[in-house]
Protein backbone atom coordinates (compact mmCIF):
# COMPACT_ATOMS: atom_id res chain seq x y z
CA UNK A 1 0.00 0.00 0.00
CA UNK A 2 1.39 3.36 -0.83
CA UNK A 3 0.61 5.98 1.06
CA UNK A 4 1.53 9.40 -0.88
CA UNK A 5 2.53 9.81 -4.21
CA UNK A 6 5.36 11.21 -6.05
CA UNK A 7 3.10 14.28 -6.65
CA UNK A 8 2.21 14.53 -3.02
CA UNK A 9 5.53 13.89 -1.57
CA UNK A 10 7.21 16.61 -3.57
CA UNK A 11 4.25 19.18 -2.83
CA UNK A 12 4.85 18.40 0.29
CA UNK A 13 9.15 18.60 0.50
CA UNK A 14 8.09 22.00 -1.07
CA UNK A 15 5.55 23.36 0.86
CA UNK A 16 7.95 22.40 4.38
CA UNK A 17 10.84 24.18 2.27
CA UNK A 18 8.56 27.53 2.08
CA UNK A 19 7.45 27.03 5.19
CA UNK A 20 11.08 26.81 6.89
CA UNK A 21 11.94 29.99 4.78
CA UNK A 22 9.03 31.88 6.38
CA UNK A 23 6.12 33.75 4.07
CA UNK A 24 8.61 34.83 1.43
CA UNK A 25 7.79 34.38 -1.98
CA UNK A 26 9.95 32.45 -4.04
CA UNK A 27 10.03 31.08 -7.69
CA UNK A 28 10.08 27.73 -8.60
CA UNK A 29 13.34 28.08 -10.28
CA UNK A 30 14.81 28.82 -6.74
CA UNK A 31 12.56 26.45 -4.65
CA UNK A 32 13.59 23.33 -7.48
CA UNK A 33 17.05 24.15 -6.45
CA UNK A 34 16.42 24.27 -2.52
CA UNK A 35 14.46 20.85 -2.57
CA UNK A 36 15.76 19.37 -5.51
CA UNK A 37 12.93 18.26 -7.49
CA UNK A 38 12.57 18.95 -11.54
CA UNK A 39 11.72 22.22 -12.22
CA UNK A 40 8.75 20.97 -14.94
CA UNK A 41 7.43 18.80 -12.42
CA UNK A 42 7.85 21.63 -9.60
CA UNK A 43 6.01 23.79 -11.62
CA UNK A 44 3.36 21.86 -12.10
CA UNK A 45 2.79 21.31 -8.52
CA UNK A 46 2.74 25.15 -7.60
CA UNK A 47 0.13 25.47 -9.99
CA UNK A 48 -1.86 22.94 -8.80
CA UNK A 49 -1.38 24.47 -5.22
CA UNK A 50 -2.04 27.77 -6.11
CA UNK A 51 -5.14 26.73 -7.88
CA UNK A 52 -6.73 25.25 -4.41
CA UNK A 53 -5.57 28.36 -2.58
CA UNK A 54 -2.63 26.81 -0.51
CA UNK A 55 -0.31 28.73 -2.65
CA UNK A 56 -0.55 32.48 -4.08
CA UNK A 57 1.30 33.64 -7.21
CA UNK A 58 2.43 36.98 -8.45
CA UNK A 59 3.82 37.90 -11.74
CA UNK A 60 6.36 39.73 -12.74
CA UNK A 61 9.82 41.01 -11.26
CA UNK A 62 9.81 40.30 -8.08
CA UNK A 63 7.02 37.56 -8.32
CA UNK A 64 6.80 34.39 -7.29
CA UNK A 65 5.19 32.15 -4.99
CA UNK A 66 3.90 31.94 -1.31
CA UNK A 67 1.81 29.87 0.85
CA UNK A 68 -1.59 31.52 0.94
CA UNK A 69 -2.14 30.22 4.71
CA UNK A 70 -0.23 29.82 7.29
CA UNK A 71 1.69 26.38 7.44
CA UNK A 72 -0.09 25.22 10.90
CA UNK A 73 -3.21 25.66 8.64
CA UNK A 74 -1.79 23.41 5.75
CA UNK A 75 -3.01 19.72 6.42
CA UNK A 76 -1.37 16.96 5.07
CA UNK A 77 -4.93 14.85 4.65
CA UNK A 78 -5.67 17.75 2.19
CA UNK A 79 -2.68 17.23 -0.21
CA UNK A 80 -3.31 13.90 -0.22
CA UNK A 81 -6.65 14.99 -1.51
CA UNK A 82 -5.78 17.30 -3.68
CA UNK A 83 -2.94 14.85 -5.42
CA UNK A 84 -4.73 11.55 -4.94
CA UNK A 85 -8.10 11.94 -3.94
CA UNK A 86 -9.88 9.47 -1.22
CA UNK A 87 -7.09 8.21 1.64
CA UNK A 88 -9.53 5.63 1.95
CA UNK A 89 -8.17 2.14 0.86
CA UNK A 90 -11.34 -0.30 -0.25
CA UNK A 91 -9.42 -3.00 -2.07
CA UNK A 92 -10.09 -6.58 -0.41
CA UNK A 93 -6.69 -7.92 -0.31
CA UNK A 94 -7.71 -11.81 -1.55
CA UNK A 95 -9.36 -10.71 -4.95
CA UNK A 96 -9.01 -7.56 -7.01
CA UNK A 97 -13.09 -7.03 -7.26
CA UNK A 98 -15.26 -6.23 -4.41
CA UNK A 99 -16.39 -8.89 -2.59
CA UNK A 100 -20.08 -9.10 -1.09
CA UNK A 101 -18.47 -10.07 2.55
CA UNK A 102 -16.71 -6.43 2.80
CA UNK A 103 -18.80 -4.88 5.40
CA UNK A 104 -18.48 -8.70 7.73
CA UNK A 105 -14.79 -9.79 6.48
CA UNK A 106 -12.98 -9.56 9.82
CA UNK A 107 -9.66 -8.93 8.13
CA UNK A 108 -11.35 -5.67 6.57
CA UNK A 109 -13.05 -4.77 9.83
CA UNK A 110 -9.14 -5.29 11.28
CA UNK A 111 -7.82 -2.81 8.33
CA UNK A 112 -10.61 -0.10 8.82
CA UNK A 113 -9.23 0.59 12.41
CA UNK A 114 -6.09 1.00 11.23
CA UNK A 115 -6.82 3.28 8.47
CA UNK A 116 -9.14 5.34 10.73
CA UNK A 117 -5.92 6.00 13.42
CA UNK A 118 -3.92 6.67 10.33
CA UNK A 119 -6.17 9.05 8.90
CA UNK A 120 -6.47 10.67 12.62
CA UNK A 121 -2.70 10.93 12.53
CA UNK A 122 -2.67 12.19 8.83
CA UNK A 123 -5.27 14.89 9.85
CA UNK A 124 -3.89 16.08 12.95
CA UNK A 125 -0.09 16.38 10.67
CA UNK A 126 0.26 19.78 9.16
CA UNK A 127 3.47 21.34 7.01
CA UNK A 128 3.97 23.40 10.50
CA UNK A 129 4.18 20.30 12.22
CA UNK A 130 6.41 18.51 9.51
CA UNK A 131 8.60 21.77 9.16
CA UNK A 132 9.41 21.75 12.96
CA UNK A 133 9.99 18.26 13.40
CA UNK A 134 12.20 18.79 9.81
CA UNK A 135 14.14 21.44 11.72
CA UNK A 136 14.19 20.27 14.76
CA UNK A 137 16.27 16.74 13.39
CA UNK A 138 18.62 18.64 11.69
CA UNK A 139 19.61 20.46 14.73
CA UNK A 140 20.46 17.33 16.96
Given at each position: ?5 R ?23 E ?28 R ?5 F ?9 L ?8 Q ?28 K ?18 R ?8
Open positions: MKLVNETHHAIRALVAMAESGLEKTTVALAKRTDIPRPFLRKIVQTLNKEGILESSGKGGGRLALLPDRILTRLIQVFGSVKSYECLFRKNFCDDLKICPLRLKIQLENTMLAELAATTIGTLAEFAAGRAS
